[in-house]
């Protein structure tokens, strides 16, 4: 029989196609199971390119929507890197990356809407890092981002003031002998070649291992023989001591009419003001000027064209956003930003508007940081007509004051926390002030400087005595003897903070005083403005709350930022008085009185609209609630 009758031939076995298939099933499991353990490779130099063509050729190609916010301390330490990414390890983000995300997420908030979160990119991150990035591109966003947040966090939590004299100017060695005398030396600056590649060792923006032979930085060549004396005597040591017996509470007074003291011999203040250079500039806030701004709002208001900015995003330079052209257009309106020609309507939040949201944080009090975040969307989205009800209101205030305010003068606009010194329509001198708060508000009077007082003392109200220091007393009376509080009879007698003593002086019988030094809570200076409210100007021990936007913190008298300035300038033009004179007499614990032969106006003032000399119209908050409207009170 034939084999080839296919009756007769056999069926093939499939167990070798079974094994065939197993073993590709095995292969290509072990294949892809390899693979993920495999970590790609970010060549060293891969981004280079991106970061040099971001931060140098053409910063306004940033890919991110988040902007950098630090561009020039952001741009300086890719430099010193050589632009290399600092917090990848390949595709992936280091150890030092994670700990910083999760610093800067445990500092946030955690309102996704704020602007700690905006400015620390967290909104960014928590949209970005979900999946690991494997471009390019996004790793070299991502890494930017990073170091910009952590240049914003280390402002925020003053990281880089830390042991500030003990760090020299950049590239420059502080001081060197030769040849027995001393200069400041520019030291070259070499680029040196990065062995790893994570950029940990450029965690704070410089080369760490940059060392000298005996392990000390290159930037610190100490000479431990230099003579550290200053180049100036010191007059005098201040006496710390409090003791109520053997304490002389005299009080020198001077008449600058007749000019027959002369001051006395002292040290220099600890806080010296420094040289008073006056300033000059125009002061204009006039009603015709409000009269003209006003007709101009109403004008803005009847064409119909503005509309306010609906909810969104913070936005600052680099944003892109729908919001972005409204925001221009609005800002047109009110003459801050500035149009050339056919324009079009981008929604690149480029530097013209940048500038022009500048104008008008400027214009309104803010925080001038470019950023269009709640505060600044709030007075944005302010109408034209509620603004011209405010300045209504403004005008009728100007109106109640005479129209010329004099050719000397002091003017405190209580909304704009600031002091103006005015002489012939020329502003010589500005400052921050700390005034009333809403339950202590500063009133509106007009009145004059009668008296400038050094190391004043203190006699406390019977409010502030009663509800807060009686109790402070007599829970630590050695305490606030040390602090220069006593006691003062119906003769004048200065008495010890015994139980029997401040029981009389919360029954009323005495009063409680604290005496002129460095612990006087009015300062080194105090101005006497004759008023019924017992109102006056003074120096402050709180000093950083002038660093403040809102400052409203005292029991209504007016806090100065610059007393000796103020002093320095109305005294100097009655006789021998500068800087030098005027520190003497603020140390010590002497009080010293000056009558000013010419008393000065003072008008504190009530304006959260006015015309500056510039001519632009500024607003303020309505922090006391006097103007009616509940839009202008944040």
Not at 19 to 40: D, E, R
Not at 232 to 237: P, R, V
Not at 297 to 302: C, G, N, T, V
Request: charged share 25%; with cysteine; aromatic share 10%.
């Amino acid at each position: 029989m034939s084999y080839f009758n296919p009756e007769r031939r056999t069926r093939k076995s499939p167990l070798p196609l079974l094994t065939l298939g197993s073993l590709c099933v095995f292969a290509l499991y072990y294949a892809f199971a390899a693979n993920q353990k495999t970590v790609p490779v970010l060549p060293e130099n891969a981004v280079r390119p991106h970061l040099v063509h971001w931060l140098e050729e053409n910063p306004d190609a940033w890919p991110a929507q988040d902007p950098i916010f630090n561009p020039a301390a952001v741009r300086r330490i890719y430099q010193r890197t050589d632009y290399r990414l600092l917090w990848f390890d390949n595709y992936s983000l280091s150890d030092t990356a994670n700990d910083l995300l999760k610093q800067l997420t445990a500092a946030s908030s955690g309102n996704p809407s704020s602007m700690v979160d905006y400015r620390y990119h967290l909104g960014y991150f928590d949209r970005t890092l979900r999946d690991t990035p494997q471009r390019l591109q996004m790793a070299a966003v991502l890494d930017v981002l990073l170091t910009d947040a952590f240049v914003s966090y280390a402002q925020d939590t003053q990281l880089d003031k830390i042991s500030p004299k003990s760090r020299p100017p950049r590239d420059i060695t502080p001081v060197y002998r030769d040849q027995g005398g001393f200069q400041l030396v520019a030291l070259p600056y070499t680029r040196q070649a990065s062995t790893n590649p994570s950029g940990r060792k450029y965690f704070r923006g410089y080369n760490r291992g940059s060392t000298t032979a005996n392990g000390r930085s290159r930037y610190y060549a100490r000479d431990y023989n230099i003579d550290r004396s200053r180049h100036y005597s010191t007059w005098g040591s201040r006496s710390n001591s409090r003791g109520y017996n053997n304490r002389a509470y005299n009080v020198r007074s001077y008449d600058n009419s007749t000019r027959d003291g002369q001051p006395p011999v002292g040290g220099v203040s600890e806080n010296s003001e420094g040289p008073y250079i006056a300033e000059n500039r125009p002061y204009g806030s006039d009603a015709y000027a409000l009269r003209d701004e006003l007709a101009r709002l109403r004008a803005i208001s009847a064409s119909g064209r503005w509309r306010p900015l609906p909810p969104g995003p913070a936005m600052t330079i680099g944003a892109r956003h729908p919001h972005v052209a409204l925001l221009r257009n609005m800002l047109s309106l009110y003459g801050d930003y500035y149009r050339y020609g056919g324009e079009p309507n981008n929604n690149q939040f480029d530097r013209r508007l940048h500038e022009a949201v500048l104008r008008f944080q400027g214009r309104h009090g803010l925080k001038q940081d470019g950023i269009v975040g709640r505060e600044t969307r709030k007075r944005l989205n302010l109408s034209p007509t509620a603004r011209a009800q405010i300045v209504e209101t403004n005008i009728r205030r100007r109106e109640q004051l005479p129209a010329s305010l004099g050719s000397r003068f002091i003017q405190v606009n209580v909304p704009e926390y600031r002091l103006h010194y005015v002489e012939e329509d020329r502003v010589r001198l500005s400052m921050n002030v700390v005034v009333g708060k809403k339950i202590h508000e500063t009133p509106e009077i007009t009145t004059r400087v009668s008296k400038v007082v050094f190391n004043p003392t203190w006699t406390v109200p019977r409010s502030i005595l009663v509800n807060e220091l009686l109790p402070k007393a007599r829970a630590n009376p050695q305490g606030m003897e040390n602090m220069g509080y006593r006691v003062v009879s119906g003769s004048g007698k200065h008495l010890p903070l015994t139980p029997k003593n401040l029981s009389a002086a919360g029954a009323g019988s005495f009063l409680l005083r604290q005496m002129g030094g460095e612990d006087n809570i009015l300062g080194r200076v105090k101005f006497e403005i004759p008023n019924k409210h017992d109102i006056y100007l003074h120096d402050t021990r709180a000093r950083s709350l002038f660093s403040l936007t809102d400052r409203d913190y005292s029991h209504g008298c007016i806090r100065l930022e610059k007393p000796r300035h103020l002093a320095e300038a109305l005294l100097s033009p009655e006789g021998d008085w500068d800087q030098w004179r005027i520190d003497q007499l603020t140390v010590g614990d002497e009080t010293t009185e000056v009558k000013l032969a010419q008393k000065v106006k003072v008008y504190i003032t009530y304006w959260t609209a006015w015309v500056d000399g510039e001519g632009r119209l500024n607003f303020r908050d309505d922090i006391y609630g006097k103007d009616g409207l509940s839009a202008n009170q944040w």
